[in-house]
């Protein structure tokens, strides 16, 4: 098992630029949440899917961010046009199951965002 | 409100216990998680709590819930080096899927 797969690692881009994360959860995992991480903000979720479908989205900051889930195997989030208050850490997680219980989300290692 | 608070910062001397302390404000929330995560990762699950119990240990690690004062403490025993990390309190929102996060409390390890 690989585990929740994120890419890229680094990003660095000018503020206006479009900005696309990817993440690959675990096979099997139901859910998909995207959290963002800041040292002023801690971790806040900013959306979730259950088999695909977006769920819970009111923790997107603004219509600047877009997320999707084509498939199971595949997430987005877009932020365009992306902005220096957008700089940093995204975590993509899986989960298999509603409710956690001891089924607990799977983190990938996260993308850290800069812009300039 | 969704609420769940932890200091900062925590700084211990290698050998010592360390005690990480959470308050949560969802009182029907059933599981109650630590994460931990190590610089440049995500966040890893450490272990849970079910909200009927009072304590759960696991080898170095005590888990204590005081449901009536919505208090979760982490108990690290014999502190090492490689404990250090920023650790992060979590329960189950009673009315979603989604699990709330406190700010995280950074461990440090003194020689």
């Known amino acids: 098992d690989a585990g929740v797969i994120q890419s890229p690692r680094h990003e660095v881009t000018e503020m206006g630029q479009e900005v696309t994360l990817r993440c690959k959860p675990i096979s099997g995992h139901d859910y998909l949440f995207w959290y963002r991480q800041t040292m002023m903000r801690g971790l806040e979720l900013l959306i979730y899917f259950n088999n695909n479908v977006p769920i819970d989205d009111s923790g997107m900051p603004e219509d600047r961010f877009s997320a999707k889930m084509p498939n199971a195997s595949f997430s987005t989030l877009k932020i365009q046009p992306s902005e220096p208050r957008d700089s940093a850490v995204y975590f993509c997680?899986?989960?298999?199951?509603?409710?956690?219980?001891?089924?607990?989300?799977?983190f990938g290692n996260g993308t850290r965002l800069t812009v300039t | 409100g969704e609420d769940v608070e932890q200091s900062l910062f925590l700084s211990v001397r290698e050998g010592d216990s360390s005690v990480i302390n959470c308050t949560y404000t969802?009182?029907?929330?059933?599981?109650l998680y630590w994460y931990k995560q190590e610089p440049g990762a995500g966040l890893q699950l450490l272990t849970y709590i079910f909200s009927n119990m009072d304590m759960k240990q696991d080898q170095r690690l005590t888990v204590l819930l005081n449901k009536k004062d919505k208090h979760l403490s982490l108990r690290i025993a014999d502190t090492q080096t490689g404990d250090s990390a920023i650790y992060f309190c979590?329960?189950?929102?009673?009315?979603?899927?989604?699990?709330?996060f406190g700010s995280g409390t950074r461990l440090s390890i003194r020689p």
């Open positions: 979590a329960e189950i929102h009673s009315s979603a899927s989604k699990i709330i």
């Open positions: 969802d009182s029907s929330s059933t599981y």
């Open positions: 997680a899986s989960s298999p199951t509603r409710g956690q219980q001891n089924s607990p989300l799977h």
